[in-house]
């Protein structure tokens, strides 16, 4: 199975907003509100910082927000901070075959 | 809360078996979650190699399926993993996780890397 697809770098300088997309299919991204993000610092476990397209687990920052349209999922960051500058990973539950999980190919977040 | 760690040897040969252990503590076992596995190979990202219920119910990525098998000892509150046949395609971090409907993996073990080498 393929996984889902993401942009391998994003950009932004201090203060503004980024958006970082996540495409997949009708048997995953399209088809179900169960698409999560995460967080991986260098050397660092992945921290979940969306769930469920769009709800945000207690003590995750409000400048994540996430969305969905169709089969294309898309995670915000708004005012951006040195902080964010890490990796970011959606995934999605699969139907295709037997149920799994994809995960997209992550996604570089530099802060200028 | 609950944490979560992963124990294992760190140098598998190639065409044997890798088995890694992850304990859980904070947290009893219970119908609410499943329990999971994901890998990621260095410098490359994250892949689902499945999970297991807290009765033993299990489901796996099935590009591993026929080589995976997960299991879960709630007297010891750790589940495991065993890979048979492994390759140098399976040198990675391996990361356990809680994990909920949907997929959702929360928390996350530190990590362990494991390698395939002869």
């Known amino acids: 199975q393929s996984a889902l697809t993401q942009p391998a770098s994003v950009s932004g300088s201090p203060g503004q907003s980024i958006t970082i997309s996540c495409t997949g299919t009708?048997?995953?991204?399209?088809?179900?509100?169960?698409v999560s993000w995460y967080q991986q610092h260098p050397g660092k476990a992945p921290k979940l910082m969306i769930s469920?397209?769009?709800s945000r687990p207690s003590g995750v920052s409000n400048r994540f927000s996430g969305s969905k349209s169709g089969n294309t999922a898309s995670l915000t960051i708004s005012g951006l901070q040195a902080e964010d500058e890490a990796d970011y990973y959606c995934?999605?539950?699969?139907?295709?075959?037997?149920?799994?999980?994809?995960f997209g190919g992550g996604t570089k977040v530099t802060v200028l | 809360q609950v944490r979560l760690q992963e124990s294992g040897p760190g140098l598998v040969k190639p065409s044997e078996t890798l088995s890694l252990t992850c304990a859980v503590a904070?947290?009893?076992?219970?119908?609410?979650?499943?329990w999971g596995w994901i890998r990621q190979p260095p410098g490359k990202g994250l892949e689902w190699i499945g999970i297991?219920?807290?009765?033993?119910?299990?489901a796996y990525n099935p590009s591993l399926q026929g080589r995976v098998s997960i299991s879960i000892d709630t007297s010891k509150n750790h589940f495991s993993l065993q890979l048979t046949s492994v390759t140098a395609a399976d040198t990675a971090v391996y990361f356990c996780?809680?994990?909920?409907?949907?997929?959702?993996?929360?928390?996350w073990g530190q990590g362990t890397l494991v390698t395939v080498s002869s």
């Open positions: 996780a809680r994990d909920r409907e949907g997929g959702v993996c929360d928390p």
């Open positions: 904070g947290y009893s076992f219970s119908s609410d979650y499943n």
């Open positions: 297991v219920s807290h009765a033993g119910g299990t």
């Open positions: 009708s048997s995953d991204v399209g088809g179900y509100n169960y």
């Open positions: 469920d397209v769009s």
């Open positions: 995934g999605s539950y699969s139907s295709s075959g037997s149920p799994h999980v994809l």
